[in-house]
């Protein structure tokens, strides 16, 4: 865990932590406030995940940030909605197995296309 880089999650309380790891199974140790992602993940909240990682007791693939972003209420629906944001499913293989330069272009990969064909410029059809 001393290796392990903490992330910026964005500028909303910067003090809280939030802990993305592999699912437990469905015998294995739950934490105090664990959610369950779609894609074998969950996103711990409470301490006491840390301090299973430091005994070696906790989840082996982390990723850790302090803060978060926000949006108003049906804001980020209504930017998906307009093609602001490109989406995939979260996958282990991308967020814990891939180097952090390269998972931008892998999650983009997932789409199907080259992200070298995006383009900045915005225009009517």
Same mark, same amino acid.
């Given at each position: 865990?001393?290796?392990?880089?903490?992330?910026?999650?964005?500028?909303?309380?910067?003090?809280?932590?939030?802990?993305?790891?592999?699912?437990?199974?469905?015998?294995?140790?739950?934490?105090?406030?664990?959610?369950?992602?779609?894609?074998?993940?969950?996103?711990?909240?409470?301490?006491?995940?840390?301090?299973?990682?430091?005994?070696?007791?906790?989840?082996? &693939?982390?990723?850790?940030? *302090? $803060?978060?972003? %926000?949006?108003?209420?049906?804001? +980020?629906?209504? #930017?998906? =909605?307009?093609?602001?944001?490109?989406?995939?499913?979260?996958?282990?293989?991308?967020?814990?197995?891939?180097?952090?330069?390269? &998972?931008?272009?892998?999650? *983009? $990969?997932?789409? %199907?296309?080259?992200?070298?064909? +995006?383009?900045? #410029?915005? =225009?009517?059809?």
């Amino acid at each position: 865990m001393l290796t392990q880089p903490v992330f910026y999650g964005g500028p909303v309380q910067t003090e809280r932590g939030f802990v993305l790891h592999d699912a437990p199974p469905h015998d294995g140790a739950a934490f105090m406030s664990t959610l369950q992602v779609p894609g074998g993940l969950a996103m711990t909240t409470s301490k006491d995940v840390l301090e299973a990682i430091s005994k070696g007791d906790g989840p082996k &693939r982390v990723l850790v940030t *302090l $803060g978060y972003s %926000g949006w108003s209420a049906g804001q +980020l629906e209504e #930017e998906i =909605g307009r093609n602001g944001w490109l989406t995939v499913e979260a996958t282990p293989e991308v967020i814990f197995d891939t180097p952090i330069a390269q &998972r931008y272009e892998r999650a *983009l $990969g997932l789409l %199907g296309f080259d992200p070298r064909m +995006l383009s900045q #410029e915005v =225009g009517h059809a």
